[in-house]
């Protein structure tokens, strides 16, 4: 019989008490009380204890990156800090900065202590995740970035030129391979050495203005298109005309070689082959376009003529066409600026006057229009250089710059300014760093632009010793 609590009473006495050590000592319970207790323990778990189900819910709350072992733990060698910068930068590696963006909006929800989260992240490409490779890896010194290639902005070398023409029309200036310019002044043609700095008056056409002039490859031919429609053939080194030819009804302003065969373009639309070895005056004639041909050079490897004209269109041929093979008519100006690229075949430049001041990149072997870019200025000229895959354009109205362009980027390497009108007329060294531009402002002006052949980062410096002060060419 379970005992009764103390203080109960019982007959009116006091139930005795049981004389036990302190330790021992503990109040008595009745036996209803004993059965709740054993029915509530069946329903009671103990806080400290987890509660178990049939599925698994992980606790976001209590992730941390102490289970991956990144978080710095003390050393006795004195090693601490080295191992909390390793961390952080492995930290940084996985899961990016710590940034207010990457906080979560919910409050006590830090992205440090949560690894896997349900949250659409930015992609990234998949060499940011090196910590070797990533710029955002703190305590780790980025690979060096090669830095830009540094271009002159002013010109080296000023020569006066009087009575250059200020005509969009014209092609007056030539480079040739013996390092030898030729510059028509009114009816005058002026070779100036690049190497000596001598100045050679090659001939005065009198009554006839100098509308062209072209050297052949080998640089010991000059040819000259003139005001009536003729073109001569001058030997440089002994300064003696050796031919003159006909067939144009009205100026020639435009020339181009390929090999023995002298192309020339006319005001009077037409394009004419000339082979100097021939007795003609010229093998073929080539009609398409509706205006001035102002534009024309041969590719590369002699297989293709590009001719741009005042009828704002653009005309491929070959070697024996007579009517262009590939036409193209998406500039709204005269194309004189033409250019094709000697490290990729087939792709041509093209650039459009003041109504236009785009400049285009077409595949004539695919026949494809591969790019264009709005220059905002009149593309008077366009070179491509054979060290490097870079151009060079000029202009005209209205900022009368010389522009650097890399390819197929067409981000701008430099912007050169100093000329006064319209840059009309630009040729290249024979070593292919140095360019030399025209303007109506009446000077040349010579620009160390693109690298040599063998050192890509070294400025050329063709003939700059040679060189200093201002001359006049004449």
Same mark, same amino acid.
């Given at each position: 019989?379970?005992?009764?609590?103390?203080?109960s009473?019982?007959?009116?006495?006091?139930?005795?008490?049981?004389?036990?050590?302190p330790?021992?000592?503990?109040p008595t319970?009745?036996?209803?009380?004993?059965?709740?207790?054993?029915?509530?323990s069946?329903h009671?778990?103990?806080?400290?204890k987890?509660?178990?189900?049939?599925?698994f819910?992980?606790s976001?709350?209590?992730s941390?990156?102490?289970?991956?072992?990144?978080?710095?733990?003390?050393?006795k060698?004195g090693?601490?800090e080295?191992?909390?910068s390793?961390?952080?930068?492995?930290?940084a590696?996985?899961?990016?900065?710590?940034?207010?963006?990457?906080?979560?909006?919910?409050a006590?929800?830090?992205?440090s202590?949560?690894?896997?989260?349900?949250?659409t992240?930015?992609?990234?490409?998949?060499?940011?995740?090196?910590?070797?490779?990533?710029?955002?890896?703190p305590g780790?010194?980025?690979s060096?970035?090669?830095?830009?290639?540094?271009?002159?902005r002013?010109?080296?070398?000023v020569?006066?030129?009087?009575?250059?023409?200020?005509?969009?029309y014209?092609?007056?200036?030539?480079?040739?391979?013996?390092?030898v310019?030729?510059?028509?002044l009114?009816?005058c043609?002026?070779?100036?050495?690049?190497?000596?700095?001598?100045v050679?008056?090659?001939?005065?056409?009198?009554?006839?203005?100098?509308?062209?002039?072209?050297?052949?490859?080998?640089?010991?031919?000059?040819?000259?298109?003139?005001?009536?429609?003729?073109?001569?053939?001058?030997?440089?080194?002994?300064?003696k005309r050796?031919?003159?030819?006909?067939?144009?009804?009205l100026?020639?302003?435009?020339?181009?070689?390929?090999?023995?065969?002298?192309?020339s373009?006319?005001?009077?639309?037409?394009?004419l082959h000339?082979d100097?070895?021939?007795?003609?005056?010229?093998?073929?004639? +080539? &009609? *398409? /376009?509706k205006?001035? #041909?102002?534009? !024309?050079?041969? @590719?590369? %490897?002699?297989?293709?003529?590009?001719? $741009?004209?005042?009828?704002?269109?653009?005309?491929?041929?070959?070697?024996?066409?007579?009517?262009?093979?590939?036409?193209y008519?998406?500039?709204?100006?005269?194309?004189?600026?033409?250019?094709?690229?000697?490290?990729?075949?087939?792709v041509?430049?093209?650039?459009?006057?003041?109504a236009?001041?785009?400049?285009?990149?077409?595949?004539?072997?695919?026949?494809?229009?591969?790019?264009?870019v709005?220059?905002n200025?009149?593309?008077?000229?366009?070179?491509?250089?054979?060290?490097?895959?870079?151009?060079?354009?000029t202009h005209g109205?209205?900022?009368?710059q010389?522009?650097?362009?890399?390819?197929?980027?067409?981000?701008?390497?430099?912007? +050169? &300014? *100093? /000329?006064?009108?319209r #840059?009309l007329? !630009?040729a290249? @060294?024979? %070593?292919?760093?140095?360019i030399?531009? $025209?303007?109506?402002?009446e000077?040349?002006?010579?620009?160390?632009?693109f690298?040599?052949?063998?050192?890509?980062?070294?400025?050329?410096?063709?003939?700059?010793?040679?060189?200093?002060?201002?001359?006049?060419?004449?």
């Amino acid at each position: 019989m379970e005992e009764d609590p103390p203080g109960s009473s019982q007959t009116g006495k006091t139930a005795p008490q049981l004389n036990l050590p302190p330790s021992m000592n503990r109040p008595t319970v009745s036996l209803e009380t004993r059965i709740n207790r054993l029915i509530d323990s069946n329903h009671y778990c103990s806080p400290s204890k987890p509660i178990y189900s049939d599925r698994f819910i992980p606790s976001r709350s209590g992730s941390n990156f102490a289970l991956f072992g990144l978080e710095p733990s003390p050393n006795k060698d004195g090693k601490e800090e080295a191992a909390g910068s390793y961390a952080g930068m492995l930290r940084a590696a996985l899961f990016g900065p710590e940034t207010p963006e990457k906080r979560d909006v919910v409050a006590g929800f830090s992205p440090s202590r949560n690894i896997f989260r349900y949250k659409t992240e930015t992609q990234r490409p998949v060499n940011s995740f090196s910590p070797f490779g990533s710029d955002e890896s703190p305590g780790v010194s980025p690979s060096p970035v090669k830095s830009p290639r540094k271009i002159v902005r002013s010109a080296y070398k000023v020569l006066d030129a009087p009575a250059l023409q200020d005509d969009f029309y014209l092609n007056l200036v030539d480079w040739s391979a013996q390092n030898v310019l030729a510059v028509g002044l009114g009816n005058c043609v002026y070779l100036w050495n690049a190497s000596s700095s001598k100045v050679t008056k090659l001939c005065d056409l009198g009554v006839d203005d100098v509308c062209s002039v072209g050297w052949s490859l080998r640089g010991t031919h000059l040819a000259i298109g003139t005001s009536s429609g003729t073109v001569e053939i001058w030997d440089a080194p002994r300064c003696k005309r050796i031919r003159t030819m006909e067939g144009h009804r009205l100026r020639v302003g435009a020339l181009a070689w390929s090999s023995s065969v002298l192309s020339s373009g006319s005001r009077d639309k037409s394009i004419l082959h000339r082979d100097i070895r021939s007795q003609e005056d010229h093998i073929s004639k +080539l &009609t *398409g /376009h509706k205006s001035e #041909v102002c534009g !024309l050079k041969w @590719s590369c %490897d002699n297989r293709e003529l590009a001719s $741009g004209g005042n009828d704002n269109k653009l005309f491929v041929w070959n070697q024996h066409s007579t009517h262009p093979v590939l036409r193209y008519c998406e500039h709204t100006a005269a194309v004189k600026a033409i250019a094709w690229s000697p490290h990729l075949h087939g792709v041509l430049a093209s650039g459009g006057g003041t109504a236009d001041r785009c400049i285009r990149f077409w595949n004539t072997t695919t026949n494809t229009h591969l790019s264009c870019v709005d220059t905002n200025s009149q593309v008077c000229n366009l070179v491509w250089s054979k060290n490097v895959n870079e151009l060079v354009s000029t202009h005209g109205y209205s900022q009368n710059q010389i522009i650097v362009w890399k390819y197929p980027t067409m981000s701008k390497l430099a912007t +050169l &300014t *100093g /000329h006064t009108f319209r #840059v009309l007329y !630009l040729a290249v @060294s024979p %070593d292919g760093q140095t360019i030399v531009t $025209g303007a109506g402002d009446e000077t040349l002006r010579f620009w160390n632009v693109f690298p040599s052949p063998k050192s890509q980062d070294r400025e050329g410096k063709i003939g700059a010793s040679s060189f200093g002060g201002r001359t006049t060419i004449r």
